[in-house]
């Protein structure tokens, strides 16, 4: 049965085949970022993100994993309204003090697209996050219970001439997200964080633009880079200094899995000692392409 799984698994992600349901406004599919939050509401299962980082502390390890459901489908049958629920297992190994392993908190996203203007390739979207210090208290971040708004977006540059060269603007898009999420039972561990995403689709400029010719897998890559903030208005002494980051990175995405690999560098100073070093991947499928069945909504 292993061996089945593992040969599906592998056809399913060689299968030369287009992206098309998910992540998709207009003629635009967006790609699931690896560290922001995608405003596109959808089922799938990011099965493995793997991330490795060097320190000035040590080195750690984390595996994380989410699950999203759509819970209600708008008029012509896309996400309206989702739900994604995760967590992580992080094994770190500080220069000074004990190896440690175990779960992280376990965060919980309902996300409603609450505006779509497809011939625009435009969305909006606003989020309840939830963050629940369930893990192991020596390895999560924090121990105090989260909760606060998120606003997600996502724009491709589709709508721009198909003039000369103007057009191969065209397969840029852009997605995000800011939030705030306090701490609910303490005055410290609020934390503010906010992600851009700036993607080239090959997909779009094959289908959309003008066939130069690519081949698969080429046909299939997305370049991407993101911009990641993260920092606590208000938290522990020597902690509440904003952590700036890029993240450039290489997505393949077809009808039913994303694999993607990026790396980050610190933009700032207060960032370089906990990021000398990183590596972050992705493995998401598509379920309601792999399992139609998953389609469902309850609402």
Known sequence: MKTLCAIFLIAVILAPATARAHGTVGDYTFLEPLVADDAN????FDIMRPSWYQTDGGRSFAMSFSLEKVLLKDSDGNGLVSLETGSEWDAISPKHGPYVTGFNDMELLLKWA???IPEHEFRLS???KFILPTGNPTVQDQNHTQLG???LWAKGWGDLPNWSLIKYLRPFGFQGDF???PALGGSTYHEMFADNVVEYSLPY???????????WPLRNMYLFNEFNYDQLITGPSGG???QIRITPGLAFMNTYVELAVGTQFPLNNATVSGNH???????DLFIDDIFPWTRWTPL
């Open 114 to 116: 609450f505006l779509t």
């Open 179 to 181: 939030g705030y999420t």
């Open 41 to 44: 509401p959808k089922n799938e």
């Open 240 to 242: 509440t200094f904003p």
């Open 149 to 151: 708004p998120e606003l």
């Open 205 to 215: 400029l094959s289908n959309n633009v003008r066939d130069i010719g690519l081949k």
């Open 126 to 128: 606003i989020g309840a």
């Open 277 to 283: 070093a990183a590596v972050l991947g992705l493995l």
